[in-house]
């Protein structure tokens, strides 16, 4: 079977962080969705997404086919009624599509635009009915919210069978060792590890810097660095590339991003190619200890989360100055520049630029990829083609929906 991951109704209402790339790209855990899938399944994948993302994210088709909901969490229960199916059959909760198979290679793409974008959609397939266990990533908060669970299963499929490398006898633990795994090239010295709540993964070429101090579950991932005296508790993910400092909790840093100076950030999900500066705060909790709202894109308005502890949701390509602060419950889109010390509002589009104490400027587009360029070549990286369309789209489509 060709396996192929499909966006479905989840990805409007996972804005901003889909602007940039479907919903199996993001990550929950130490993997991403479809890193999740693909080691379970033993084979490689393609998306089937906006038409904009295709071309960063291609879509390969076959003979025979297995389309799996690209914000679909992995069990073994939903594994086997998957893999069961036969060309022809659909599975189904009771509302929502979650895969189907299928050698009708040609109409995909408008299978996508009739019914795997919709809620509740029916296909034109013999259904079966699952009856497990499951979750959806259909919220952004999901992402922290499923993160102690997914660092765990993600730990111990990545370590199964499998030797760390040695910690160095610097480190303080706290726990039993062999729940902290370290891969070739991982660097830890002088810091507290405290793993009776959980796993840490530290990935390969990491650094935790001197005087951190990390209560599990915790994954750094490949060449992440925690600088001097870093504080986080679990369950936080600091992903590809990113830099951090000061105090965490509950974070997910999608990759490639920095917090590297003082400053908290909880209960929140940082996208790529962001940079928060020195000092910058965010408030997850309310001060009347009431639940927290969230902007939705796909509503156009505040939503309820039904969680107490929400803080931070950005989207790629966006930086804040240092002092920045944040409210509790606050969404910043791509590609922001935001400065200044007051509290930036729960809403801040995409390609904003200026202070909260002043009506936003529109960051002109041509600026806004110097400006990731410029960050991406500090990562040996840098914004192609491939990424300029993408981010131009973004900005047609942005400008449309966030008025």
């Known amino acids: 079977m060709n396996l192929i991951f499909f966006d479905n109704w989840c990805r409007p209402h996972l804005l901003p962080l889909t602007y940039t790339r479907p919903a199996s790209e993001l990550r929950v855990g130490i993997l991403t969705i479809r890193e999740k899938w693909e080691r379970l399944l033993g084979q490689n994948s393609s ?5 904009y993302l ?3 994210f291609p879509l390969h088709t076959a003979n025979d086919n297995l389309l799996i909901a690209s914000s679909l969490l992995p069990n073994d229960e939903l594994i086997a009624a998957i893999l069961d199916l036969k060309i022809g059959e659909a599975l189904y909760d009771e509302n929502h599509l979650l895969a189907f198979r299928t050698d009708d290679a040609e109409n995909l793409r408008n299978f996508y635009d009739s019914y795997l974008q919709i809620e509740s959609s029916s296909l034109p397939y013999h259904q079966k009915t699952f009856n497990g266990n499951y979750q959806l990533i259909s919220r952004p908060f999901h992402i922290f919210l499923y993160n102690e669970q997914e660092i765990t299963r993600d730990f111990e499929l990545i370590t199964h069978g499998r030797t760390s490398q040695p ?19 991982a660097v830890v010295e002088d810091a507290t590890l405290n793993v009776r709540e ?3 993964y530290i990935g390969k070429d990491a650094e935790v810097m001197e005087g951190c101090r990390l209560r599990g579950p915790i ?11 870093t504080k986080i508790y679990g369950a936080t993910t600091i992903g590809p590339y990113s830099k951090v400092g000061g105090e965490l909790s509950n974070v997910v840093f999608l990759g490639y991003s920095n917090k590297a100076h003082d400053g908290f950030l909880g209960n929140s999900v940082i ?3 962001c940079n928060l500066g020195a000092a910058t705060n965010c408030s997850n909790l309310k001060n009347n200890y009431s639940n927290v709202r969230l902007w939705d894109y796909f509503t156009h308005r505040m939503e309820e989360t039904d969680q107490q502890f929400c803080g931070l949701i950005m989207g790629d390509h966006s930086k804040c100055g240092i002092n920045s602060m944040f409210n509790t419950g606050t969404t910043i889109g791509v590609c922001t520049c935001l400065f200044g010390t007051n509290l ?3 809403f801040v589009p995409s390609f904003s630029f200026g202070n ?8 002109i587009l041509d600026k806004a990829m110097v400006t990731a360029d410029m960050m991406m070549q500090r990562r040996h990286k840098s914004l192609d083609a491939i990424e300029q369309n993408l981010l131009k789209k973004v900005y047609e489509i942005a400008l449309r929906l966030e008025k």
């Open 47 to 51: 998306t089937l997404t906006q038409i």
């Open 54 to 56: 295709q071309e960063k």
């Open 167 to 185: 910690l160095s006898p610097t480190n303080v633990v706290i726990g039993d060792a062999n729940r902290i795994f370290l891969e070739e090239g």
């Open 198 to 200: 959980g796993y840490i």
């Open 219 to 229: 994954a750094l991932c490949e060449h992440a660095v925690t600088k001097l005296d």
């Open 271 to 273: 996208g790529e190619w």
């Open 344 to 346: 930036h509002p729960k």
């Open 356 to 363: 909260a104490s002043h009506a936003y400027e529109h960051y």
